[in-house]
């Protein structure tokens, strides 16, 4: 059951230690939550009371526990239809049905703390109407962020899933304004190899400097940006040279090319799980030959990642798992986040990078911090997740909007 409607009312949370996003720790601080779904402000309780004075003001009470942006995960999928019996019955599902199988997605994303998403591949423009529909406040979901379909060569990577295919510099140029038309927030063009592609190689390269250099000339003059799903480095340094926003997996950074990124700016989302979740693949029944090339990636892809830490390259978190589904007891957004400390990161910038960093790739103001003016976008649990982000398990209450979407403590989701 979703707690409120979908109106928000204003509401003064207190009692909890507070992640602003922006500050090293937690502050003890009361957030006053505006009708109009943003942060009023934040400080004393008493204060915050005195300035709501006058009108209708909702309390929650939030003693002993800690409170967080909500979290941005910045690769998701939410009709994702890997190779293999689930995603064969999901690419054949019919448009209506589809869409239904995508607010399911996105209403288990919203419920497990992930309150904003950016969508990095979707089919048939389905994302655009769910968007629609969450923004009406009809349907229960995190804000999105998408960039439609994928793009990639005939046969690249994603053709058989939901990537469109095009050769040539004037056919990206043209699949690339197509997203644009339909309302992309960003582009996303495939320019190797990767896991699920059963005629490539995570290392082929797939896309021409031209090609390449189109999709981004095109991208920048409608001021979006570009991410690439990449594996190797000869690849991503040339798109780099060619103006590269952001890049997807990295199965194969090399020392010298994360360095790049971190000179040039350019922004690192891993994906580290999708290398390690042998149990999400059986259970998707996915072939042989994509599980063994996953896990096979594994440790190059993790020394990729220690690489974009040890650079200091930019990371944001993204799973490309749905980021509600179940891995190692608890969310794959939280093992993401999990593995990103394990591989270095201190929690507190894991922390960042799953929030306020996000939220600055995306490009939107805000968004991933506790401050006055900034969505009304928020977790609770109990553990200091800047400490250790295990906390992050605990994950019991969600508010989106000012309107409370979870709430364990009262026996109600
Ligand atoms: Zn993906």
């Known amino acids: 059951m979703i707690l409120d409607t979908t109106t928000a009312t204003p509401a003064l949370l207190t009692g909890a230690r507070v992640f602003t996003g922006t500050g090293d720790g937690l502050i003890d601080a009361a957030v006053l939550v505006g009708a109009d779904g943003r942060i009023a402000a934040v400080g004393p309780a008493k204060e915050l009371r005195a300035q709501a004075a006058g009108g209708p003001l909702r309390d ?7 409170l967080a942006p909500g979290l941005i995960n910045m690769h998701v999928h939410l009709g994702l239809a890997l190779p293999g019996t689930a995603g064969a019955a999901i690419a054949s599902k019919s448009d209506p049905d589809l869409l239904l199988v995508m ?85 996303k063009v495939c320019i190797s190899g990767g896991i ?16 390449m250099g189109s999709i981004i000339a095109v991208a920048h003059d409608w001021g979006r940006k570009v991410t690439a799903h990449v594996g190797p480095s000869e690849t991503l340094r040339r798109a ?32 580290i799980t999708v290398s390690r979740c042998e149990e999400f693949f059986d ?6 030959w994509m599980k063994q090339r996953a896990l096979g990636a594994g440790p190059r892809h993790w020394e990729s990642l220690q690489n974009a830490i040890a650079s200091g390259v930019s990371i944001a978190m993204g799973t490309d798992m749905p980021p509600a589904a179940d891995f190692d007891g608890t969310t794959a957004t939280v093992r993401e986040m999990e593995f990103m400390q394990e591989a270095g990161m201190s929690a ?20 991933g911090t506790i401050e006055a003016g900034a969505h009304a976008d928020l977790v609770a649990m109990t553990d200091d997740p800047t400490l250790d982000v295990a906390a992050l398990r605990g994950i019991d209450w969600v508010m989106k909007d000012g309107v409370t979407v979870r709430d364990d403590r009262a026996g109600l989701l």
């Open 60 to 66: 929650v009470d939030l003693t002993g526990r800690v």
């Open 196 to 211: 699920a592609g059963e005629h490539e190689q995570i290392d082929t390269p797939q896309l021409t400097d031209e090609e």
């Open 283 to 288: 259970a998707q029944g996915v072939p042989d």
């Open 348 to 367: 507190l910038d894991v922390m960042r990078s799953a929030t306020v960093r996000a939220a600055e790739l995306l490009g939107t103001d805000g968004l």
């Open 103 to 187: 607010a399911d997605g996105a209403k288990r994303t919203l419920h497990a703390g992930v309150t904003t998403a950016r969508l990095v591949g979707e089919s048939r423009y389905l994302d655009f109407a769910l968007r629609r529909g969450i923004d009406a406040g009809i349907v229960p979901g995190p804000r999105l962020f998408t960039a439609g379909h994928a793009l990639c060569c005939t046969g690249g990577h994603g053709w058989d899933s939901d990537a469109l295919e095009g050769d040539g510099a004037d056919e990206l140029r043209r699949l690339a304004r197509l997203q644009i038309r339909h309302g992309a927030d960003l582009i």
């Open 240 to 271: 780099i040279e060619l103006g590269l926003d952001c890049v997807e997996h990295g199965y194969q950074l090399t020392r010298e090319l994360t360095d790049l990124m971190a000179e040039r700016g350019v922004w690192y989302v891993p994906t």
